[in-house]
């Protein structure tokens, strides 16, 4: 099982170019998840989806859309990127033990 | 609201001495408290929980965490540390009254040295 993983493992944007992140899980998982960590703030979540086809709002959804393409993949798509989302995005996924999250490698995104 | 305090930025212990590394948090119903491990330039690793029961949990690599209502903390604890063990570690909180939504702590990061 690959588990969790994440495309492309890093990407440099300018200011207002739009970009779609992957995520895809092996694990037949059910909810599915995008955080940012920035230093010194841990990470923050950006949206979740705890099912095929629903997707709710975490703590930073503002500059960020999600779509839950099926049970497998979940991605994060920036429409106009900004230099404030310069971040490290990870995609995490957890099954019937909803408690206990498994992540995917992240991806480092700079926007210039 | 939920939200996680890791008072310290930074741990430093010598290999073989006892390690902590703090958590505390605010709830506004029963929270589930986890820790999570990062090592450099990988995604997070879950290393143990507390969701009901026993205020001590055991988890991986002999780390062990102690879950104290009163004080509202949820401290990270390893008899014998190890430099392997050097890392960020992150605390994190479920409020069972916010779905879904895990608030994670900024982070400790611990130095075993030597």
């Known amino acids: 099982n690959a588990g969790v993983t994440q495309t492309p493992k890093f990407q440099v944007l300018k200011t207002g170019q739009s970009m779609t992140l992957q995520c895809a899980q092996d694990?037949?998982?059910?909810?599915m998840y995008w955080y940012r960590q920035d230093p010194g703030m841990g990470l923050r979540l950006i949206y979740y989806?705890?099912?095929?086809?629903?997707?709710d709002k975490g703590e930073v959804p503002n500059g960020y859309n999600v779509s839950r393409l099926n049970k497998r993949e979940f991605s994060l798509r920036l429409e106009s990127a900004a230099p404030s989302q310069t971040s490290v995005y990870f995609c995490?996924?957890?099954?019937?033990?909803?408690?206990?999250?498994?992540f995917g490698p992240g991806t480092r995104l700079t926007v210039t | 609201a939920q939200s996680v305090a890791q008072p310290e930025d930074q741990v430093n212990v010598a290999e073989g001495n006892p390690l902590t590394v703090k958590c505390t948090y605010s709830?506004?119903?029963?929270?589930?408290l986890f820790w999570y491990v990062q090592y450099p330039n990988r995604g997070l690793q879950f290393l143990l929980k507390?969701?009901?029961?026993?205020?001590l949990v055991k988890g991986s690599y002999g780390f062990e965490a102690e879950f104290n209502k009163s004080q509202t903390s949820f401290h990270l604890k390893k008899p014998s540390a190890l430099v392997s063990d050097s890392a960020l570690y992150f605390c994190?909180?479920?409020?069972?009254?916010?779905?879904?939504?895990?608030?994670f702590g900024p982070g400790t990061r611990l130095s075993v040295l030597p």
């Open positions: 995490a996924s957890s099954g019937r033990d909803v408690f206990l999250q498994y």
């Open positions: 694990m037949n998982h059910n909810s």
């Open positions: 989806s705890a099912s095929e086809g629903t997707t």
């Open positions: 709830v506004s119903g029963n929270p589930y």
């Open positions: 507390y969701i009901t029961g026993d205020n």
């Open positions: 994190a909180v479920r409020d069972d009254n916010y779905g879904q939504n895990f608030v």
